[in-house]
T-cell receptor, first 111, second 112 residues
């Protein structure tokens, strides 16, 4: 099965700074790479995703980069704001109709 | 409104009781999933379904069962609840042709 690791497990940044979370996976057949955000007491929601034929994707202040050779992808948040405080999960998809979630990264944006 | 619903939202129950957690979605999605998650921690896949009459066990060993008799309904049953089952249970669904999963609000279960 897929082994997924996220680093760091916690991240504290000053408002306005950037945050980067890295996700490493093991299955070279993985072809879809999403990031989910879960605010306190809320359900996880997809915030950005990337397919294996693309190296980078941006959506306003967030971006995802993929390195298929090294089997890792990263979430980048620029100009962080207090509402970015949440737990972020990577969840690469390989075969079998299921995502494998990473352990999560707790991001705290300090005003 | 098209959404995914879970009931009950909170449940406190004694050891040994049988319980069923309900999940329904009105989005017409084929694939449905059950996850167990301690607050803010990793999501562990318990069961999933490709469609009606299809169910598979996930990665987390669990003394639970599921059924998929109707597309929109995917209940999870614990035959005999134990304190180790205390957790949050999240139901999710996605349509064929898309990888994005949509999550329900969760059921927070406490077994005393």
């Amino acid at each position: 099965g897929e082994n997924v690791e996220q680093h760091p497990s916690t991240l504290s940044v000053q408002e306005g700074d950037s945050a980067v979370i890295k996700c490493t996976y093991s299955d070279s057949a993985s072809n879809y790479f999403p990031w989910y955000k879960q605010e306190l007491g809320k359900r996880p929601q997809l915030i950005i995703d990337i397919r294996s034929n693309v190296g980078e994707k941006k959506d306003q202040r967030i971006a995802v980069t993929l390195n298929k050779t090294a089997k890792h992808f990263s979430l980048h948040i620029t100009e962080t704001q207090p509402e970015d405080s949440a737990v972020y999960f990577c969840a690469p998809y390989a075969a079998g109709n299921k995502l494998t979630f990473g352990g999560g990264t707790r991001v705290l944006v300090k005003p | 409104e098209a959404d995914i619903y879970q009931t009950p939202r909170y449940l406190v129950i004694g050891t040994g009781k049988k319980i069923t957690l309900e999940c329904s979605q009105t989005m017409g999605h084929d694939k449905m999933y059950w996850y167990q998650q301690d607050p803010g921690m990793e999501l562990h896949l318990i069961h999933y379904s490709y469609g009606v009459n299809s169910t598979e066990k996930g990665d987390l060993s669990s003394e639970s069962t599921v059924s998929r008799i109707r597309t929109e309904h995917f209940p999870l049953t614990l035959e005999s609840a134990r304190p180790s089952h205390t957790s949050q249970y999240l139901c999710a669904s996605r349509p064929s042709g898309s990888y994005e999963q949509y999550f329900g609000p969760g059921t927070r279960l406490t077994v005393t």
